[in-house]
């Protein structure tokens, strides 16, 4: 009987472990061929001196998601617990990034999505529950002609785990957080039963655009029953709504591509500009 509770035991701690290893995090950015690490989720919890990088950190160590059921939480926003990320990279409106997830799994189809929130004088000390993000991007359901239908995420997952989004060419200079945000909608044909895996980066725009979107706070982004949080992907759908705001009008439409990477970058503070190594 002992044998059968430990065999038992391990095939629940491997089913555990195959289920957080199916789920993926952003590993790193590239900007024009510059990589900047993200917040490793498999090693930086554990560091008392965790690595400087771009990326807001989290204890998010089972690689899980939010509910619909804490989307009035500061979870909802950058991720559990998350904390803001002591650096930033510098980038130029009308510049695209490109974001590399480690992995994400074929079956949890639903959309991409990106907003920019202003921090005003700094990303790194700024309190993530007054930030109010507006969407530049948001990719939902691609072809409807089968079912469950070609989704934002099946496009990362074509494109070697990658997401290409474009900084838009008329939003002011400053600093603002980049909320990117897969939606896994396998489940949500029940309330509460979408999976939201939002991260968050700091960035410095340059540039001499004027666009200075409104925003929303980011606890007031979703309901539980919007349209495009619940919703059952394995009937026939002709439209599917994209949760959140609508885009701004200066948001560009981009043809996925993976980046080229040509250096790695280095973090910066304050109005430095960022360096290559």
Request: aromatic share 6%; hydrophobic share 40%; net charge negative.
């Amino acid at each position: 009987m002992t044998h059968i509770k430990t065999l038992a035991h391990l095939a629940a701690i491997l089913s555990a472990a195959a289920q957080v290893a199916a789920h993926g995090h952003i590993t790193n950015i590239v900007i024009n061929g510059v990589s900047y690490r993200g917040w490793d989720i498999n090693s930086d919890p554990y560091n008392s001196d965790p690595p400087v990088v771009v990326a807001w950190q989290t204890p998010n160590t089972a690689n899980g998601f939010i509910s619909p059921d804490a989307y009035d939480t500061d979870d909802i926003i950058c991720h559990l617990d998350a904390t803001n990320a002591r650096d930033h990279a510098v980038i130029a409106a009308g510049d695209k990034i490109s974001l590399q997830w480690s992995t994400w799994p074929d079956s949890h189809h639903g959309p991409v999505i990106d907003h920019l929130a202003n921090c005003g004088t700094s990303c790194e000390t700024v309190d993530k529950t007054t930030l109010e993000f507006f969407k530049i991007d948001g990719v939902g359901l691609v072809d409807e002609t089968t079912v469950p239908g070609i989704w934002g995420d099946d496009l990362l997952i074509a494109d070697n785990n990658t997401w290409l989004v474009e900084i838009p060419s008329d939003i002011a200079p400053g600093y603002y957080v980049l909320r990117h945000e897969l939606i896994a909608l396998h489940g949500a044909g029940s309330e509460d039963g979408a999976q939201n895996y939002p991260q968050c980066f700091n960035l410095q725009i340059t540039g001499s655009g004027t666009a200075d979107p409104s925003g929303v706070l980011g606890t007031e982004l979703y309901t539980s029953t919007d349209p495009g949080i619940l919703v059952n992907i394995y009937q026939s759908l002709s439209t599917y709504e994209v949760p959140g705001p609508t885009l701004i009008p200066e948001a560009a439409s981009v043809v996925q591509s993976s980046s080229t990477i040509t250096a790695s970058g280095t973090p910066v503070t304050g109005s430095a500009t960022a360096t290559a190594a």
